[in-house]
Nanobody
Framework: QVQLVESGGGLVQAGGSLRLSCVASGGTFSRYAMGWFRQAPGKEREFVAAIPWSGDMTYYADSVKGRFTISRDNAKNTVYLQMNSLKSEDTGVYYC???????????????????WGLGTQVTVSS
């Protein structure tokens, strides 16, 4: 398992942008796929985006396609989530997660991941 720390959350108006960062430690970052999930008040945690350890593909929830971009910088042990055209329904706590080393399948499912950060709050005002 790796240790994950998210940052970059905050309060933004609808239509605005935020970039979340997640720094990993305790493992060879380049060999871990990474994912972002979010949880709105009173709702279950849901998948947002993922990137395999190979970095050659990206996956998104339908609700964020075309607005959010996941990327990684292996030299900085960091995964990013660029969020544009934010909507009030994007409000929630955003979590960074990593599956077991070299796992590249099932990245859209929470149960695939065994390392989680504590989350960062994103609030979008309408």
């Amino acid at each position: 398992q790796v240790q994950l720390v998210e940052s970059g959350g905050g309060l933004v108006q609808a239509g605005g942008s935020l970039r979340l960062s997640c720094v990993a430690s305790g493992g060879t970052f380049s060999r871990y796929a990474m994912g972002w999930f979010r949880q709105a008040p009173g709702k279950e945690r849901e998948f947002v985006a993922a990137i395999p350890w190979s970095g050659d593909m990206t996956y998104y929830a339908d609700s964020v396609k075309g607005r959010f971009t996941i990327s990684r910088d292996n030299a900085k042990n960091t995964v990013y989530l660029q969020m544009n055209s934010l909507k009030s329904e994007d409000t929630g706590v955003y979590y960074c997660a990593a599956p077991p080393r070299l796992r590249n399948s099932g990245l859209g499912q929470m149960t695939t991941y065994d390392s989680w950060g504590l989350g960062t709050q994103v609030t979008v005002s309408s």
